[in-house]
């Protein structure tokens, strides 16, 4: 089951001479006194990139989208039949919001935007984009972004739909980029980063949005195993033998319950000549589906449970990209993957699970499932030697109490956080660094095991923070490391907005290759 891809490219042709069903402009919003003359709030502002299209409408193109209701806001689409003025047949003006003070619009703002507004020209074959680039250093994050935008505006699930749907307009097929230049060099490869940081977006996306029948661990890791062969990376998976006879006692107890077996998928990538010496690891949570097991969940949106494999979706995709993109740093990603079922041989409240890395945990809630199959896959990545450990994962509910659907909770060493929040501000995939309190972990200390699962005296309180501090128990001194809790925005139940689809968003698949990225240039 593939999705409709939409394709991308630079174009340097004047935007009103283009041959294209819809030309796409900026405006801002700029408030002011009532007009006395049209009874309009306010007026609008035509972002640069525009000025051909404003000028084959004589002036009059900001009073004629005024009339059509548009405000300027960030991500609102106003379309206007051009009636012969300029080539294309449609004008579609999407709002950045009010205008910057002697700067751009972020990359995030133009990100939106062009994600917004290539959704809503779904059913047109070919679009361009000729919104405000800045020509100086902040030139290439600004391209960036638009690429990643539009293309990720683009994205549809496939999904299963036995008859056509008349109402739904297929994706945009094309989307054409207007810069100054279109063959500079530097510009083209960042459209082809765009592509290949999208690709695996997508990948991840497609993986979430599956149903959950149809990606149960064994196809899950059958699936992640085939497109990580393709793209060129080392690929290992150990099967229930293989993790029984391992050690792996986390992954197995949650993987019991469920007449699908667990497995834990390791893709690897060695940069030519070795790299830099350093050393990252990623970690992805794969539950499935999560019933919560014995301790089971109520049933209201419970259907949403098929994206807590978010995690392990944004691992592995992130490493088809790494696969493309080739930095100079070893990248290992490890995703465990079990479905947490309710039976007669799911995993209990009070049993005593030895751990691949020796400890003994108790559980106290089978809820707290993920944490275990993490546990496990942490330490197999440090005892196979890395120097950075990023993991993420669909933790917790305490995430969305504290932090909301956008922004990912952070927890680890101090460092890393404050660099995984830098990516995420840099890549619109926002997190919030947050403790790993003392007192926390006291509530963990367990009469009959190493740890207990959750901390008992807390109960639901700092439920974010119980997670990061049992994964610490498991991560070796040595290793830098950050746990990226992505509950809320690995998955979005809302409607469209910006470049989220319904359905998974792809966080945090950006975040780890910026992260890579960082690695590989700053150690």
Same mark, same amino acid.
């Given at each position: 089951?593939?999705?409709?891809?939409?394709?991308?490219?630079?174009?340097?042709?004047?935007?009103?001479?283009?041959?294209?069903?819809?030309?796409?402009?900026?405006?801002?919003?700029q408030?002011? !006194?009532?007009?006395?003359?049209?009874?309009?709030?306010?007026?609008?502002l035509l972002?640069?990139?525009? !000025?051909?299209?404003?000028?084959?409408?004589?002036?009059?193109?900001?009073?004629?989208?005024?009339?059509?209701?548009?405000?300027? *806001?960030?991500?609102?689409?106003?379309?206007?039949?051009?009636?012969?003025?300029?080539?294309?047949?449609?004008?579609? =003006?999407?709002?950045?919001?009010? !205008?910057?003070?002697? %700067?751009?619009?972020?990359p995030?703002?133009?990100?939106?935007?062009?994600?917004?507004?290539?959704?809503?020209?779904?059913?047109?074959?070919?679009? %361009?984009?000729?919104?405000?680039?800045?020509?100086?250093? #902040?030139?290439?994050?600004?391209?960036?972004?638009?690429?990643?935008?539009?293309?990720?505006?683009?994205?549809?699930?496939?999904?299963y739909?036995?008859?056509?749907?008349?109402?739904?307009?297929?994706?945009?097929?094309?989307?054409?980029?207007?810069?100054?230049?279109?063959?500079?060099?530097?510009?083209?490869?960042?459209?082809?980063?765009a592509?290949?940081?999208?690709?695996?977006?997508?990948?991840?996306?497609d993986?979430?949005?599956?149903?959950?029948?149809?990606?149960?661990p064994?196809?899950?890791?059958?699936?992640?195993?085939?497109?990580?062969?393709?793209?060129?990376?080392?690929?290992?998976v150990?099967?229930?033998?293989?993790?029984?006879?391992?050690g792996?006692?986390?992954i197995?107890?949650?993987?019991?319950?469920?007449?699908?077996?667990?497995r834990?998928?390791?893709?690897t990538?060695?940069?030519?000549?070795?790299?830099?010496?350093?050393?990252?690891?990623?970690?992805?949570?794969?539950?499935?589906?999560?019933?919560?097991?014995?301790?089971?969940?109520? =049933?209201q949106?419970?259907?949403e449970?098929?994206?807590?494999?978010?995690?392990?979706?944004?691992?592995?995709?992130?490493?088809?990209?790494?696969?493309?993109?080739?930095?100079?740093?070893?990248?290992t990603?490890?995703?465990p993957?079990?479905?947490?079922?309710?039976?007669?041989?799911?995993?209990?409240?009070?049993?005593?699970?030895?751990?691949?890395?020796?400890?003994?945990?108790?559980?106290?809630?089978?809820? =707290?499932?993920?944490?275990?199959?993490?546990?496990?896959a942490?330490?197999?990545?440090?005892?196979?030697? /890395?120097?950075?450990?990023?993991?993420?994962?669909?933790?917790?509910?305490?995430?969305?109490?504290?932090?909301?659907?956008?922004?990912?909770?952070?927890?680890?060493?101090?460092?890393? /956080?404050?660099?995984?929040?830098?990516?995420?501000?840099?890549?619109?995939e926002?997190?919030?660094?947050?403790?790993?309190?003392?007192?926390?972990?006291?509530g963990?200390?367990?009469?009959?095991?190493?740890?207990?699962?959750?901390?008992?005296g807390?109960d639901?309180?700092?439920?974010?923070?119980?997670?990061?501090?049992?994964?610490?128990?498991?991560?070796?001194?040595?290793?830098?490391?950050?746990?990226?809790?992505? %509950?809320?925005? *690995?998955?979005?139940?809302?409607?469209?907005?910006?470049?989220?689809?319904?359905?998974?968003?792809?966080?945090?698949?950006?975040?780890?290759?910026?992260?890579i #990225? #960082?690695v590989?240039?700053?150690?």
């Amino acid at each position: 089951m593939t999705s409709p891809r939409t394709t991308l490219s630079l174009v340097d042709t004047d935007p009103a001479e283009l041959a294209v069903d819809a030309i796409v402009i900026g405006v801002h919003s700029q408030t002011g !006194e009532q007009d006395a003359t049209s009874g309009l709030a306010g007026t609008l502002l035509l972002s640069t990139g525009a !000025e051909s299209i404003a000028a084959a409408f004589d002036g009059k193109l900001t009073e004629t989208l005024a009339l059509l209701g548009a405000t300027g *806001g960030p991500g609102e689409v106003i379309k206007l039949a051009t009636l012969g003025t300029v080539t294309a047949p449609v004008v579609a =003006a999407v709002g950045l919001g009010p !205008e910057p003070s002697g %700067a751009a619009p972020t990359p995030e703002t133009l990100r939106r935007a062009a994600g917004a507004v290539v959704r809503a020209l779904a059913g047109a074959g070919r679009v %361009a984009l000729a919104l405000p680039l800045p020509d100086d250093a #902040d030139a290439p994050a600004a391209l960036r972004a638009v690429a990643e935008g539009a293309l990720l505006g683009g994205y549809r699930f496939a999904g299963y739909k036995t008859r056509p749907q008349p109402t739904r307009r297929e994706p945009v097929a094309e989307v054409l980029i207007a810069v100054p230049d279109a063959s500079d060099r530097t510009a083209q490869a960042e459209v082809a980063r765009a592509q290949a940081v999208v690709a695996a977006v997508r990948a991840s996306r497609d993986w979430v949005n599956t149903a959950p029948n149809e990606l149960r661990p064994p196809a899950f890791a059958e699936a992640v195993s085939a497109a990580a062969r393709e793209a060129g990376l080392g690929v290992e998976v150990l099967d229930e033998a293989a993790l029984a006879a391992g050690g792996y006692g986390g992954i197995i107890a949650v993987g019991q319950g469920s007449e699908a077996p667990p497995r834990l998928v390791k893709l690897t990538y060695t940069p030519e000549g070795g790299g830099t010496g350093k050393r990252v690891a990623l970690v992805g949570k794969g539950i499935t589906f999560d019933t919560g097991g014995i301790s089971i969940k109520p =049933a209201q949106g419970m259907w949403e449970m098929k994206s807590d494999m978010a995690g392990a979706a944004a691992v592995g995709a992130a490493m088809l990209a790494v696969a493309a993109l080739k930095p100079s740093v070893a990248v290992t990603g490890y995703l465990p993957m079990a479905e947490n079922m309710p039976s007669g041989t799911s995993y209990r409240p009070g049993d005593v699970i030895s751990m691949y890395s020796g400890k003994k945990v108790e559980v106290l809630n089978t809820d =707290a499932e993920g944490r275990m199959i993490l546990a496990d896959a942490i330490a197999r990545a440090c005892e196979d030697g /890395c120097d950075y450990l990023f993991e993420t994962s669909t933790l917790t509910g305490g995430q969305v109490i504290a932090l909301g659907k956008r922004i990912a909770g952070v927890m680890g060493t101090p460092e890393l /956080c404050e660099r995984v929040k830098a990516a995420g501000d840099a890549t619109g995939e926002p997190a919030w660094p947050m403790p790993l309190p003392d007192d926390v972990r006291k509530g963990m200390d367990s009469d009959v095991a190493d740890i207990s699962q959750v901390n008992a005296g807390m109960d639901r309180a700092g439920h974010m923070l119980q997670g990061g501090v049992f994964l610490r128990e498991f991560v070796t001194e040595d290793v830098a490391w950050a746990h990226i809790d992505i %509950a809320g925005p *690995g998955y979005h139940s809302g409607e469209p907005t910006g470049y989220w689809a319904k359905g998974g968003t792809g966080v945090p698949v950006r975040t780890l290759l910026h992260l890579i #990225d #960082d690695v590989a240039a700053n150690g």
